[in-house]
C-alpha cells in the first residue's frame, strides 16, 4: 500500500489517521504542494487531478480522502469508523461531509494562492477568505456537537467525523483562526490526539 502525501494536506492527514486506526502498514511517499510536485509529470500519471491524497493498492490508485477511507473502511471493517445505527451513520457521514465538502475546498491551498497570485488579493484578503468560511462551518459543526457529551464527535470511540475534524482544526491554527468559540470541538480534539493512531498521523511526526 503506497500512500502519496504531503505532510500538511489536511486530507491526507485524514486518510493517515485512517490507516493508523486500522493498523495498516503502508508506504509514504512525499508529495511536495509548495513546490508543485503535484503537477510534475510523473504524479499526473498517477493522479490526472494533480491532488493528493492517492492510495495506490496492487495495480489500481484510488483518489479522494474520503473515497479512500470508504475503501478501507469496507476492506478492513474493524474498528468501524461508522455507528452501527444506520441514522447515526448517515448522521456521521453527513458530518464528515461538511468539512470535507462544504469548509476545506473553498479554504485549500490552490483556492487561496488562485485568489492572491491570479486575483491580486492581499494577504489580509485571503486572511479574511478562510476566516470567513472556517467560521461558517465551525459554528454549525459545534451546535451540532453541543448536543451530545461523549468524548468522541459520535460516541465512545472515534469515527470518520473525528477524522475529518482533527486535521481541520490543525489547519485553522496555522492561518490563525480563534478557536476560543469552539470548546466542544477542541475538546474532542485533544480526546483523539490522546490516541496514539491520531498523534502519529500528525503533520509534525510526517515530516
Known sequence: MRLYDYMRSTAAYRVRIALNLKQLTYQSLPVSLVHDAQHSAEYINVNPAG???????????????????????????EPALYPADPIRKAECRAFALDIAC????????????????????SERE??????????????????????????????????MADVCIVPQLFNARRFEFDLTPYPR???????????????????????
Open 51 to 77: 491532488l493528493v491524497p492517492s492510495l495506490q493498492i496492487g495495480g489500481g490508485v484510488i483518489t479522494q480522502s474520503l473515497a479512500i477511507i470508504e475503501y478501507l473502511e469496507e476492506q478492513y471493517p
Open 102 to 121: 462544504d469548509i476545506h475546498p473553498l479554504n485549500n491551498l490552490r483556492v487561496l494562492k488562485h485568489l492572491t497570485s491570479t486575483l491580486g488579493h
Open 185 to 207: 470541538m477542541v475538546e474532542i480534539e485533544q480526546n483523539c490526539l490522546a490516541l496514539a493512531a491520531f498523534a502519529n498521523a500528525s503533520p509534525e511526526k510526517s515530516v
Open 126 to 159: 485571503k486572511l479574511a477568505w478562510y476566516h470567513h468560511w472556517l467560521k461558517e462551518g465551525f459554528t454549525a459543526i459545534e451546535i451540532k456537537l453541543a448536543q451530545g457529551d461523549s468524548p468522541f464527535c459520535f460516541g465512545s470511540e472515534p469515527t
